[in-house]
């Protein structure tokens, strides 16, 4: 399962949609909606902040007016051939130097006469400016498009229809149109100013408000047609279609534009936005285009988590719904190419997959050799041990022998020479000794005669009664097979007790093996 998160940066408002994926299905798992107050980054910090939106992928769209779209000809349909002359064909279409731009295309329309592509562009400093405010915030998009292109991602929500269907976003103060045929796509998309702050505006002069106020008014009150209640409302409604004429020329060359072109009517228009919120307002729109407009349906958990038709999340699911898209019906167009392309951890480790290799041969080579020189080392090391083994043999034993376990069991068997060797001797008998007297009692030696049988000493010590423990603890050492006690004796001052024992030295065979 992957999680994909599409932000929509609007003017007025951000909204984010998370999908999850699985399989061939996709579900929406969070969706919020912050008020843009024109700083981006704190907006989007807050956006952030709302809802669960830890995701593997992030898509966003360009924001504002930034994004100028061009159409653009060509008499071939080649990919190589298009990547190769489209630079040529941008620049002419641009008031400032191709060097300055970042752009990409998606093909529109293939015939026999060539290909007609949708080429987006955007100043590389807008761009810049854009990934760097959502890199503070540890967002990496992999993918950055277009915001009309992005609507071919709800082809699947509208009804099957062979012919051409429009998808209108009205955002605050951008407008985007896509005009789309569910067997080939996007077929025209287009984004010029206008959107629901122009009618804020107009009702504020209506009524000589501030704007905040005709904006709170607009969001409580504003209807049109058969829904306008009061004659507050009639002004009001008389105002938006004033501040709406604007948006409706453009809107209507745009429609016009495809229909004359394409010689294919447009059976309906979808409406989506934060403006299409406004009551009547697709009915409005459909007497003054003539063509049935109606709100975008947005799946039903989408609908469910805002708590009704909530178009305004359009362009965000739309965006989440890019992300999810694969194959060959799944736009082309991303702004992130280039010197802007998304570095992934895996990206990473394509580039360096070379060096990587490479490191890989010399390390492999490395350790065959240091294999080899080790196994060269220890094979002469273990013939010079061989023969070192055999001279002792030969010199102890009068054979030569190279296995070490066969020659330590000769030289320790019987009538070797390790045999000779006796199994204790006067200093093993006199640690012995020392061990065994009492820790505890003071005594010392002044003379001890130590022999392979026997062992003579003199002691002094406190009182007689020290002697009997001394001689009980000797008794115990396996070896001393018999402890006689000799006369006892004061010294001179009368404070210490002399003695002298006389002990037999005999180890049982365990002991002495």
């Not at 077929?187 to 009618?199: I, M, Q």
């Not at 003579?456 to 406190?462: L, V």
Request: with cysteine; aromatic share 6%; charged share 25%.
């Amino acid at each position: 399962m992957a999680r994909i998160l599409g932000l929509d940066l609007g003017a007025f408002t951000l909204k984010g949609v998370l999908l999850e994926t699985a399989m061939r299905s996709a579900q929406v798992k969070a969706v919020a909606e912050v008020k843009n107050g024109g700083d981006l980054k704190a907006a989007l910090e807050e956006l952030l902040r709302q809802g669960a939106f830890a995701a593997d992928q992030v898509v966003v769209s360009v924001p504002g007016l930034s994004m100028a779209t061009h159409p653009i000809a060509l008499p071939f349909s080649d990919p190589k051939r298009i990547e190769s002359t489209l630079a040529f064909e941008v620049e002419e279409q641009l008031p400032f130097d191709l060097s300055e731009a970042a752009y990409d295309y998606q093909v529109a329309t293939v015939d026999p006469a060539g290909s007609q592509l949708l080429v987006g562009v955007v100043k590389k400093e807008d761009l810049t400016k854009l990934l760097d405010v959502l890199r503070e915030l540890k967002v990496e998009p992999r993918i950055v498009t277009h915001p009309a292109l992005v609507y071919q991602n709800v082809l699947p929500l509208l009804p099957p229809t062979e012919g051409a269907v429009a998808v209108v976003d009205i955002g605050h103060e951008r407008t985007s149109v896509s005009v789309l045929r569910q067997a080939v796509g996007v077929e025209l998309a287009r984004t010029f100013a206008g959107g629901g702050f122009a009618l804020t505006k107009a009702l504020s002069n209506e009524f000589k408000i501030t704007l905040p106020e005709a904006q709170e008014w607009k969001d409580q009150h504003a209807a049109l047609g058969e829904h306008v209640v009061g004659p507050d409302a009639e002004r009001a409604a008389g105002a938006f279609i004033r501040g709406f004429q604007g948006i409706l020329r453009e809107l209507k060359s745009t429609l016009k534009s495809y229909t004359a072109r394409s010689k294919r009517p447009l059976e309906t228009v979808y409406l989506c936005g934060g403006t299409a919120k406004l009551p009547g307002l697709p009915e409005q729109l459909s007497a003054d285009l003539g063509v049935p407009v109606r709100l975008l349906e947005l799946p039903n958990e989408l609908k469910a988590a805002t708590g009704g038709p909530s178009p305004q999340a359009a362009q965000a699911y739309a965006l989440a719904a890019r992300g999810a898209a694969s194959g060959a019906k799944a736009p082309r167009f991303n702004l992130r190419r280039g010197e802007f392309a998304f570095k992934s951890d895996f990206d990473f480790i394509s580039e360096k997959l070379g060096q990587l290799v490479t490191f890989a041969a010399v390390l492999l080579v490395l350790l065959i050799a240091s294999g080899i020189v080790r196994n060269t080392v220890l094979e002469r090391r273990e013939k010079a041990l061989d023969a070192m083994l055999c001279d002792i043999t030969n010199r102890y034993l009068g054979s030569c022998q190279k296995d070490f376990r066969v020659a330590l069991s000769m030289l320790k068997g019987q009538g070797s020479p390790i045999a000779s060797i006796p199994k204790r001797s006067a200093v093993t008998l006199l640690a012995d000794l020392t061990r065994t007297l009492p820790a505890d009692i003071p005594v010392t030696a002044d003379q001890i005669v130590v022999d392979l049988d026997r062992i003579t000493a003199r002691f002094e010590t406190d009182s007689s009664k020290h002697v009997e423990d001394i001689v009980a603890a000797l008794k115990t050492e396996k070896c001393f097979h018999e402890v006689k006690e000799g006369k006892l004796e004061k010294n001179k001052d009368g404070t210490k007790v002399q003695f002298r024992l006389d002990i037999q030295v005999e180890c049982p065979p365990e002991t002495a093996s």
